[in-house]
């Protein structure tokens, strides 16, 4: 199941005469616009966009001003889909990186590429069926969110600095945020910074790692204030969770 059976690139091109695959066949258009033609549709894309083509569906691509995508066959994919469908990459490029490792490995002479070829296969299915059934992020919250994801565990990360960078309304912001993610910005960043000190708190326990040196990896350089946002968050203090989570092992 999900096994890619050919991974191909189009350099820049304007137009593929209409056929169709015995396999689902993925494209992820890399750069340029163009439009996907049907029998009784159309669809528009352009880079960062992946279009998913179910078996035996006649399809010709088509653009005026060029261009470059890398193209994937998968049989036996295990997607719920029965029309052609698009989705987009998000801003991280996670898809984009999966397609140009599968084009990698499956066209490389590396003896362990088959497996990993296989892996692929059913991360990009994955990853089409998560991110098409997820809903889609305004482009600025998906900014923000990226932004504090790579920064949450820095103690330096002024989120306020950044957020009054963006060309919007320091309100407007922070409610658009609220509307596509249930929480504030801030709210976002106290989630991460939260979650991880729990995780942390569970994996390893206070005997190897100290409330300090926890705050500090987890974005807080004042380990009695970051006590403070635990136990809100937790009903009780990163010691006492980590005795109570002891406990249970």
């Known amino acids: 199941m999900n096994n890619i059976v050919y991974v191909g690139r189009h350099l820049i091109t304007f137009t593929t005469k209409q056929h169709y695959h015995e396999e689902w066949e993925l494209i992820y258009c890399t750069s340029g616009t163009g439009r996907f033609e049907f029998e009784d549709m159309t669809l528009e894309y352009s880079s960062g966009d992946i279009v998913i083509i179910p078996p035996k569906v006649p399809h010709t691509n088509r653009s005026e001003e060029g261009f470059t995508n890398i193209h994937l066959n998968i049989s036996e994919a295990a997607l719920p889909f029965k029309e052609p469908l698009m989705i987009t990459d998000d801003t991280e490029g996670h898809i984009l990186g999966s397609f140009k490792d599968a084009f990698y490995f499956f066209n490389c002479e590396i003896e362990s590429r088959h497996q990993i070829v296989s892996a692929l296969g059913n991360l990009i ?82 005997g190897e790692l100290n409330i300090s040196e926890i705050a500090y990896v987890c974005g807080y350089s004042d380990s009695l204030y970051f006590s403070r946002v635990f136990k809100k968050n937790f009903g009780c203090s990163p010691k006492q969770y980590a005795e109570k989570k002891s406990r249970v092992k």
């Open 125 to 206: 299915v994955n990853y089409v069926t998560a991110f098409h059934s997820s809903k889609p992020l305004r482009g600025i919250v998906d900014e923000i969110k990226s932004n504090i994801m790579h920064n949450f565990t820095d103690c330096d990360y002024q989120l306020e600095k950044y957020l009054h960078s963006i060309a919007f309304s320091y309100d407007y912001l922070r409610k658009i945020f609220k509307s596509e993610m249930g929480m504030t910005p801030h709210g976002y960043l106290t989630y991460l910074r939260v979650q991880m000190a729990e995780k942390l708190l569970c994996s390893y326990g206070i």
